[in-house]
């Protein structure tokens, strides 16, 4: 069992930047690969980022590429969302998970446990 805890969710510019944490509890955590998901209101939820267990892989869509990082630190069971030239279409929850197979994936329904999400909102 793995438990997820964002942070760093607040109130930006448009063109300012945010960096969301995400803390995991557990032994196992670097043998998890790890994904940034958000949920606008309305919107199903989509996918933002994803990161391999080691680190040394990651993958963004096209919407947030160039813009947005994910990072990890394993010993400290952390893995990071760096946001930057953030827009109003960026505002959502944004939520972190965590995937037992250890592989870069990118669907929803793929990850095994959920945060409960923060909330990023960017005016204009």
């Known amino acids: 069992q793995v438990q997820l805890v964002e942070s760093g969710g607040g109130l930006v510019q448009a063109g300012g930047s945010l960096r969301l944490s995400c803390a995991a509890s557990g032994r196992t955590f670097r043998s998890y690969a790890m994904g940034w998901f958000r949920q606008a209101p309305g919107k199903e939820r989509e996918f933002v980022a994803a990161?391999?267990?080691?680190?040394?892989?990651?993958y963004y869509p096209d919407s947030v590429k160039g813009r947005f990082t994910i990072s990890r630190d394993n010993a400290k069971n952390t893995v990071y969302l760096q946001m930057n030239s953030l827009k109003p279409e960026d505002t959502a929850v944004y939520y972190c998970?965590?995937?037992?197979?250890?592989?870069?994936?990118?669907?929803?329904?793929?990850?095994?446990?959920w945060g409960q999400g923060t909330q990023v909102t960017v005016s204009s």
């Open positions: 990161i391999s267990g080691s680190g040394g892989r990651t």
């Open positions: 998970a965590a995937d037992r197979s250890g592989s870069i994936r990118i669907g929803v329904y793929e990850y095994d446990y």
